[in-house]
């Protein structure tokens, strides 16, 4: 059982999750979030004062899959958050050592679906 974490652009989410169903995957936790990475942010004026924005808004996707869900969760991830510049985001996969679905009881790959 593995975590996927994915940090992705905004504007992109309905593309992810289009993509993520067409991978049969559809099962997932998403939560807007603040960061910085490469990009660095950028400067806007604002009634004549110069703000620095460095904390972008992204979207967090996590995402609980079976071994064999792994792959497939990350290629479709790419192929549709993926613009060519900084900013993309990243992929972060964890292991995942247990997880109970509080309904049933059942526990592991059952409990993941």
Same mark, same amino acid.
Request: charged share 25%.
């Given at each position: $059982?593995?975590?996927? #974490? &994915?940090?992705? =652009?905004? +504007?992109?989410?309905?593309?992810?999750?289009?993509?993520?169903?067409?991978?049969? @995957?559809?099962? $997932?936790?998403?939560?807007? *979030?603040?960061?910085?990475g490469?990009? $660095?942010?950028?400067?806007?004026?604002?009634?004549?004062? @110069?703000? +620095? *924005?460095? !904390?972008?808004?992204? *979207? =967090? !996707?996590d995402? &609980? @899959?079976?071994?064999?869900?792994?792959?497939?969760?990350?290629?479709?991830?790419?192929k549709?958050?993926? #613009?060519?510049?900084?900013?993309?985001?990243?992929i972060? @996969?964890?292991?995942?050592?247990?997880?109970?679905?509080i309904?049933?009881?059942?526990?592991?790959?059952? &409990?993941?679906?």
């Amino acid at each position: $059982m593995k975590l996927i #974490t &994915a940090l992705i =652009r905004p +504007e992109k989410l309905p593309d992810v999750k289009a993509a993520l169903f067409d991978a049969k @995957v559809f099962k $997932m936790t998403v939560s807007n *979030v603040i960061g910085c990475g490469q990009q $660095m942010g950028y400067t806007e004026q604002y009634r004549g004062a @110069v703000t +620095e *924005v460095n !904390l972008l808004k992204k *979207v =967090r !996707l996590d995402i &609980a @899959v079976n071994e064999d869900f792994v792959q497939p969760t990350i290629e479709a991830i790419i192929k549709s958050a993926r #613009t060519g510049n900084i900013g993309d985001g990243k992929i972060f @996969v964890t292991d995942l050592l247990q997880c109970i679905r509080i309904r049933t009881g059942e526990t592991g790959r059952e &409990a993941i679906g």
